[in-house]
């Protein structure tokens, strides 16, 4: 079975640092893009970050740089988002998905199940 799995998410107070795991399971991450994404209540999804299949490429969005740090271990099957100074809007449910390249339609993409990521006092 083809699977997306994130977790890491959780509850963390501002300032506080996540890091959030994509595994993959029934096939290889290795020529695949790395997209992570974010949907908050009530508000559109949002890129967030996304790692070209030889990690030679990566990008962030504005409001994360300097705060998240994208990274593959491909011996793992496995993206990582770590995300330090962490803020209340942050807080989103976070998915992973891949793509055959970070410039593709995400809307094709194949997508993880997605982890909560709650960022409050």
């Known amino acids: 079975q083809l699977q997306l799995v994130e977790s890491g998410g959780g509850l963390v107070q501002p300032g506080g640092s996540l890091r959030l795991s994509c595994a993959a399971s029934?096939?290889?991450?290795?020529?695949?893009?790395i997209g992570w994404f974010r949907q908050a209540p009530g508000k559109e999804r949002e890129g967030v970050s996304c790692?070209?299949?030889?990690?030679?490429?990566?990008n962030y969005v504005d409001s994360v740089k300097g705060r998240f740090t994208i990274s593959r271990d491909n011996a793992k099957n496995t993206v990582y988002l770590q995300m330090n100074s962490l803020k209340p809007e942050d807080t989103a449910v976070y998915y992973c998905?891949?793509?055959?390249?970070?410039?593709?339609?995400?809307?094709?993409?194949?997508w993880g199940q997605g982890t909560q990521v709650t960022v409050s006092s």
């Open positions: 998905a891949a793509q055959s390249s970070c410039g593709s339609n995400w809307k094709f993409g194949f």
């Open positions: 790692i070209s299949s030889s990690g030679g490429s990566i």
């Open positions: 029934g096939f290889t991450l290795d020529y695949y893009a």
